[in-house]
């Protein structure tokens, strides 16, 4: 069984659309995160959940809407896309503070 | 703002020969320390962990060590294999924050 799961694994969308990326964990952790990985690996957090509230929101345009409709999930809505949305978007979720474990990414291609 | 950064982006590692991937880190209220290794198209991977109090930890074949005093992380790997081709990342977690900073990264490539 997958600990981390999101779908899809890769997106390939056009300017101005807008998308979705899920993430579901079976782990039974009560925080969940979205990173983002750009074109040189930097992985940057986006969002942090800790029983479905948002806790960390790191300065991420408002195109981005996380939702967590329960504590195993962990959406990523995107609007209006731009070319610079382009990169891998990972999931990750982790016990309260510890150890993280990471889905395996969607790579979003704005064209 | 503060983060975790490693000192060599790529490093070459002969098979058999032992890794050492080094970190500095800038925020001294961490106390929270991982390394995960991250392979061609998948997400990051855990590796070990450490916390403040302690300054060696040793894994399967990986050891990380922590030096607090002059904000030093180091993960060291025993008899690299070609399977520990991959990127990997040192990351800290400040406490009482919910989330983890990762530095940029190290390449290691293992040679036959």
Same mark, same amino acid.
């Given at each position: 069984?997958?600990?981390?799961?999101?779908?899809?694994?890769?997106?390939?969308? +056009?300017?101005?659309?807008?998308?979705?990326? $899920?993430?579901? +964990?079976?782990?039974?952790?009560?925080?969940?995160? /979205?990173?983002?990985?750009?074109?040189?690996?930097?992985?940057?957090?986006?969002?942090?959940?800790?029983?479905?509230?948002?806790?960390?929101?790191?300065? &991420?345009?408002?195109?981005?809407?996380?939702? %967590?409709?329960?504590?195993?999930?962990?959406?990523?809505?995107?609007?209006?896309?731009?070319?610079?949305?382009?990169?891998?978007?990972?999931?990750?979720?982790?016990?309260?503070?510890?150890?993280?474990?990471?889905?395996?990414?969607?790579?979003?291609?704005?064209? | 703002?503060? %983060? &975790?950064?490693?000192?060599?982006?790529?490093?070459?590692?002969?098979?058999?020969?032992? %890794?050492?991937?080094?970190? #500095? @880190? %800038?925020?001294?209220?961490?106390? @929270?320390?991982? /390394?995960? $290794? +991250?392979?061609?198209?998948?997400?990051?991977?855990?590796?070990?962990?450490?916390?403040?109090?302690?300054?060696?930890?040793?894994?399967?074949?990986?050891?990380?060590?922590?030096?607090?005093? &002059?904000?030093?992380?180091?993960?060291?790997?025993?008899?690299?294999?070609?399977?520990?081709? #991959? &990127?990997?990342?040192? #990351?800290?977690?400040?406490?009482?924050?919910? $989330?983890?900073?990762?530095? #940029?990264?190290?390449?290691?490539?293992?040679?036959?």
């Amino acid at each position: 069984d997958t600990a981390v799961s999101q779908t899809p694994k890769y997106l390939v969308t +056009q300017m101005g659309n807008d998308k979705s990326i $899920k993430c579901e +964990q079976n782990l039974g952790h009560d925080t969940m995160y /979205w990173y983002k990985q750009d074109s040189k690996k930097f992985l940057k957090i986006m969002f942090s959940y800790n029983n479905k509230e948002l806790i960390i929101n790191e300065t &991420v345009p408002n195109r981005f809407s996380p939702k %967590s409709p329960d504590k195993a999930h962990l959406n990523l809505h995107i609007n209006s896309l731009e070319l610079g949305d382009s990169a891998v978007y990972f999931c990750a979720s982790s016990q309260s503070r510890g150890r993280a474990f990471f889905g395996q990414g969607t790579r979003l291609t704005v064209v | 703002g503060e %983060s &975790v950064g490693l000192h060599l982006p790529t490093l070459s590692v002969q098979e058999g020969d032992n %890794s050492i991937i080094n970190c #500095a @880190y %800038s925020n001294s209220a961490s106390d @929270y320390f991982i /390394w995960y $290794k +991250q392979e061609s198209g998948k997400g990051p991977q855990f590796i070990i962990d450490i916390r403040s109090n302690m300054d060696k930890r040793q894994g399967q074949r990986v050891t990380v060590l922590l030096n607090k005093t &002059v904000k030093h992380l180091s993960l060291q790997i025993a008899a690299t294999q070609p399977g520990d081709s #991959a &990127v990997y990342f040192c #990351a800290e977690n400040k406490d009482g924050d919910y $989330k983890l900073s990762f530095g #940029a990264g190290t390449t290691v490539t293992v040679r036959a």
